[in-house]
């Protein structure tokens, strides 16, 4: 039992990066979960809010958890795997199988770990021959949508109005609120975030986008 605390801080590190990714998109959800089991400081929860970017508060609460020790990790790691984490961010359901296998033997840690860490790959073929859509191209279409940012999030991509107030709040920019969105969009769709039918809910009647700000979506 000595070895798992350890393993499990391995664990945390060697998925930073990954788990920086998915949680950016509800970054304050994750914060304030974190704050309500006792995982970070009063120090640490100040700090965190206060950063304004998501992937930076995000990044900041895995830096302090883990800083706090294998007590810490192990809660963190119990949260990642808690049903409104699980439902909330569909793409940490890698974290259930990787902990037990990570957990094991540091073998099949090595093995496994580097194998889950190219779950979504940027680019990688879905639904006939579509590939999912790039952060790249999430960003070119976010300047290309303007102040009907909002319905288009709510009526097209199917996001919640509490979601997009909060992306508004977090970012200052409106580029950086659309871009936000449409990330949040990706995750939750996990496998069926093709550009291609990204493309579709563009390009609906009620708010089509001018074809050609999307129809490089296609073109990939």
Same mark, same amino acid.
């Given at each position: 039992? !000595?070895?798992?605390?350890?393993?499990?801080?391995?664990?945390? /590190?060697?998925?930073? *990066?990954?788990?920086?990714?998915?949680?950016?998109? #509800?970054? #304050?959800?994750?914060?304030?979960?974190? #704050?309500?089991? +006792?995982?970070?400081?009063?120090? +640490?929860?100040?700090?965190?809010? !206060? &950063?304004?970017?998501?992937?930076?508060?995000? $990044?900041?609460?895995?830096?302090?958890?883990?800083?706090?020790?294998?007590? *810490?990790?192990? +809660?963190?790691?119990?949260?990642?795997?808690?049903? !409104?984490? =699980?439902? $909330?961010?569909? =793409?940490?359901?890698?974290?259930?199988?990787?902990?037990?296998?990570?957990?094991?033997?540091?073998?099949?840690?090595?093995?496994? *770990?580097?194998?889950?860490?190219?779950?979504?790959?940027?680019?990688?073929?879905?639904?006939?021959?579509?590939?999912?859509?790039?952060?790249?191209?999430?960003?070119?279409? !976010? /300047?290309?949508?303007? /102040?009907?940012?909002?319905?288009? +999030?709510?009526?097209?991509?199917?996001?919640?109005?509490?979601?997009?107030e909060q992306i508004e709040e977090d970012h200052a920019h409106h580029v950086e609120r659309?871009?936000?969105?449409?990330? &949040?969009? /990706?995750?939750?769709?996990?496998?069926?975030?093709t550009a291609a039918h990204l493309h579709s809910l563009l390009s609906q009647? @009620?708010? *089509?986008?001018?074809?050609?700000?999307? @129809?490089?979506?296609?073109? #990939?």
């Amino acid at each position: 039992m !000595a070895g798992e605390p350890a393993a499990e801080i391995h664990l945390l /590190r060697s998925q930073k *990066a990954k788990l920086i990714e998915i949680l950016s998109s #509800d970054a #304050d959800f994750v914060l304030q979960h974190a #704050d309500s089991r +006792g995982l970070l400081s009063l120090h +640490g929860y100040q700090q965190v809010k !206060a &950063c304004r970017n998501p992937s930076e508060k995000v $990044t900041d609460l895995l830096d302090h958890i883990i800083q706090r020790g294998p007590e *810490a990790a192990q +809660g963190l790691l119990k949260l990642l795997k808690d049903q !409104a984490l =699980q439902e $909330t961010f569909p =793409q940490l359901h890698f974290i259930k199988d990787l902990q037990v296998s990570t957990l094991s033997s540091e073998t099949t840690k090595r093995k496994q *770990a580097p194998e889950l860490q190219e779950t979504i790959p940027a680019k990688k073929i879905y639904n006939n021959g579509s590939y999912l859509v790039t952060e790249k191209q999430l960003m070119t279409v !976010a /300047r290309a949508i303007g /102040r009907s940012w909002r319905e288009i +999030g709510r009526l097209a991509l199917d996001i919640s109005t509490v979601k997009l107030e909060q992306i508004e709040e977090d970012h200052a920019h409106h580029v950086e609120r659309v871009f936000a969105m449409l990330r &949040c969009w /990706r995750i939750c769709q996990r496998e069926k975030a093709t550009a291609a039918h990204l493309h579709s809910l563009l390009s609906q009647e @009620d708010m *089509a986008l001018p074809p050609e700000t999307i @129809d490089f979506l296609l073109s #990939d």
